[in-house]
C-alpha cells in the first residue's frame, strides 16, 4: 500500500499514520499540503492520505473541511486521535542557557507559551511551516536557529538532541483521517461515526433548522457541526458534520434521506469506527427494531 501524508516527516500527522496497522512494504510519502496528499490518492499515485482534521486546542483544520466539501470524493475509511506533546531539541552539544531563536509553528507556540515564559524568556521564537520543518532547520544549522518546538517523532528522523520534554502548557489531542477512493462502507462496529457534507438550498430563515431536524427527530446525536463559505457570493454556507451511528443504522440512514430531500447536495464522506470506542448515545424509540416496526406498521395500513 502507499500512502500519503502532511509532511515534512516527522509531523504528528506520520506518526498518526505509523499508528494504524501498517505492512512491512508500505511506502509512506509526505506531501507539503493537505490539498497536495488528497491529490495523490485521487490521481491514484498513491491509496490513501492521513491529513489533521481537529485540534483539541485549536479546532478544526479548514483545509481539510474545505478539500473534503469540492472536488473528487473522498471517504474517511480509518480516524486516528493521539496525544500532541512538545519538546524542545536542538543540535548535540547545544544546552538550553545557550538557546536564543526558537523556530516552530505558530500553533506550537501558542500551546507552549507559559513553558517559554519561564525557561527562555528572553528567546525569540520564528514561525515555521511546520513543526517537522522546524527541527529540519535547526538539524541544517539554518538561519541561525538554536532550538526547535517539534514531537518527539522529529527529533529521532533529525538526530537532534532533546532539551526538554512535555512542554505543552495543557493536554490537548488532534484528530487524523485516513481518507481513500469510495467504496462499500465497513461494517458496523457498533461503536461508529458517520461523516457528510450538507449544502443549502439557499439562505433564508430556518435553513439550518431544516437540517438540524434531520438528525433530531431521528434521535441521531451531532458531535461537530460547522459552517464553511462556498463560492464567491456571501451567505452562500455548507455544514461539515459529523454525527453518531453507521450509514446502515436505520436512524442515522433516514436522516441522510431527510438532508437528501431538503438539501441542494449532500455529500456522504463516510462510516468508519471511532477511534475512542464510545457507543452511540440511543434515544428512546430509535433502535433499528423500533423503525422496522414502525414501517411495518405502515405496511399495514397501506395494506401492503
Known amino acids: 500500500m502507499r500512502y500519503a501524508y502532511l509532511g515534512p516527516p516527522g509531523t504528528f500527522t506520520e506518526a498518526a499514520l505509523r499508528s494504524l496497522p501498517l505492512g512491512p512494504d508500505d511506502e509512506l510519502t509526505p506531501f507539503p499540503t493537505v490539498s497536495a496528499a488528497l491529490d495523490s490518492v485521487r490521481e491514484q499515485i498513491t491509496d490513501g492520505a492521513v491529513v489533521p482534521m481537529e485540534n483539541s486546542i485549536e479546532g478544526s483544520v479548514n483545509a481539510t473541511l474545505d478539500e473534503l466539501a469540492v472536488g473528487v470524493r473522498l471517504v474517511i475509511s480509518h480516524e486516528v486521535v493521539i496525544e500532541v506533546a512538545f519538546d524542545l531539541v536542538a543540535r548535540p552539544g547545544v544546552t538550553l542557557d545557550r538557546v536564543r531563536r ?33 527541527a529540519e532547520a535547526v538539524a541544517a544549522g539554518v538561519a541561525d536557529y538554536d532550538a526547535a518546538i517539534a514531537s518527539p517523532l522529529a527529533a529521532s528522523h533529525y538526530s537532534l538532541s532533546v532539551l526538554a520534554t512535555g512542554i505543552q502548557d495543557t493536554d490537548a489531542h488532534t484528530r487524523f483521517v485516513l481518507l481513500t477512493p469510495p467504496g462499500n462502507p465497513p461494517p458496523p462496529s457498533g461503536h461508529d461515526k458517520t461523516s457528510l457534507v450538507a449544502f ?74 471511532r477511534a475512542d470506542g464510545q457507543e452511540p448515545t440511543m434515544a428512546d424509540a430509535t433502535s433499528d427494531d423500533d423503525f422496522r416496526e414502525a414501517q411495518r406498521w405502515l405496511g399495514g395500513l397501506r395494506g401492503e
Open 102 to 134: 526558537v523556530a516552530t509553528h505558530p500553533h506550537a507556540e501558542a500551546q507552549c507559551r507559559a513553558w517559554l515564559a519561564r525557561h527562555l524568556p528572553g528567546a525569540l521564537v520564528v514561525p515555521a511551516a511546520s513543526t517537522a520543518s522546524a
Open 200 to 273: 443549502m438550498k439557499q439562505d433564508r430563515t430556518g435553513a439550518l433548522l431544516e437540517i438540524l431536524e434531520q438528525f433530531a427527530t431521528r434521535g441521531v446525536n451531532l458531535t461537530r457541526i460547522e459552517s464553511r463559505p462556498v463560492g464567491a457570493r456571501l451567505g452562500n454556507y455548507c455544514f461539515s458534520i459529523d454525527c453518531e451511528g453507521h450509514v446502515a443504522d436505520a436512524r442515522v440512514g433516514e436522516a441522510l434521506m431527510g438532508l437528501h430531500r431538503v438539501c441542494a447536495d449532500v455529500r456522504f464522506l463516510g462510516s468508519y469506527a
